[in-house]
């Protein structure tokens, strides 16, 4: 960077980021940070929050920033500097089988988030107990609160029709998140030993998507298996309500929100005891044993796992769809989730000091 470019910073784009900064009086005033196309929970908290409260760009008081977004510490510095109190939401942490190389400065930067932090949410418990593992973060007022459902957009079908057999995942698939669905292809073709008529659904998008579809011409079940792409909000809720059973075996995930919806739809769901959807689902779903690692490839459950949990859910549903239904009405819901933002957001900027 050359002394021209360095003195433009110091002298025009810093003082306009305190004058941004300038706190306003004490009644909430957050700014969220700017728009984004990009996909994944936490550009999709970003839109809820904003849905229910205004996004100041001019003389906010509170920033409130995710762990998984883009973020400056020089902005939140400034911000602070000029009496911003700062909110951080924090969803998971950095981990050799998940990052590689490199995860331990990733790291470094979330702990330096939690050191600016006035007050801290995590996301789920297994948010809270993997920060303490691997950040080490300093003592910070904080709590667990869960991400939410709006159960007056997601629910269940009024009209229901006889279909056959449909499993469902959902989700934006990396190409290291392949281990998902070529473990549901190959219990797909077990599962139609006994269940001809069954089928699968993979929505959302697919990274290298051609192979996976290769895999399944191979293994015989291309002609049961859907591939939506990507989907919006409404597409969503008639994806599941096309459902019997949702299955969600991305290892620790840290609190997936497609889970969520799928329960609010009515679905079972068929997920592996890591991350934080055990904590999600409770009586909602069957579970698949898996121990909790970080430091080993990511890898499916065996087909014959899966396999044995669809059947093992099959002949309990509808009770666990209800089950999961009213779960999510009771813990998760939207309201409350909002509720308690707009309550946190006054008892930050009460608070003298951290």
Request: hydrophobic share 40%.
């Amino acid at each position: 960077m050359n002394a021209l470019l360095r003195r433009a910073i110091k002298t025009i784009l810093l003082p306009w980021i305190g004058v941004l900064a300038s706190a306003a009086p004490n009644i909430p005033r957050v700014y969220f940070g700017p728009p984004s196309r990009a996909l994944g929970g936490p550009h999709a908290k970003r839109q809820k929050l904003t849905r229910f409260f205004k996004n100041y760009w001019w003389h906010p008081n509170l920033l409130y920033i995710t762990s998984g977004r883009p973020y400056s510490f020089t902005f939140i510095r400034w911000a602070k500097a000029h009496g911003v109190r700062f909110i951080l939401n924090q969803d998971g942490v950095y981990y050799p089988a998940w990052y590689g190389a490199g995860y331990e400065v990733e790291n470094r930067r979330l702990r330096m988030l939690h050191e600016l932090a006035d007050y801290v949410i995590y996301q789920s418990r297994f948010c809270f107990d993997t920060a303490q593992q691997f950040l080490h973060p300093p003592e910070r007022p904080y709590e667990i609160l869960y991400n939410a459902v709006d159960t007056d957009i997601f629910k269940p079908a009024t009209v229901s029709l006889k279909r056959p057999i449909t499993l469902i995942t959902a989700g934006y698939f990396y190409s290291s998140k392949h281990y998902i669905l070529e473990g549901l292809l190959s219990a797909l073709v077990i599962l139609r030993q006994h269940h001809s008529e069954i089928r699968l659904i993979i929505a959302g998008h697919v990274d290298g998507v051609d192979s996976l579809k290769a895999l399944a011409v191979k293994l015989g079940v291309d002609r049961c298996t859907e591939w939506t792409g990507k989907y919006t909000v409404t597409q969503g809720v008639d994806i599941l309500n096309r459902g019997t059973l949702f299955i969600h075996l991305k290892n620790n995930d840290p609190c997936p929100s497609v889970v969520l919806e799928a329960m609010a739809c009515g679905l079972p769901i068929i997920y592996t005891t890591t991350g934080g959807t055990p904590e999600l689902v409770g009586d909602g779903g069957i579970p698949i044993q898996r121990d909790v690692v970080f430091d080993r490839p990511d890898t499916s459950p065996t087909p014959t796992q899966i396999s044995e949990a669809v059947e093992s859910a099959l002949l309990q549903d509808p009770l666990l769809g209800t089950k999961a239904r009213i779960r999510v009405e009771r813990n998760f819901s939207m309201s409350y989730w909002v509720k308690r933002h707009q309550d946190l957001f006054n008892l930050v900027l009460r608070r003298q000091g951290t």
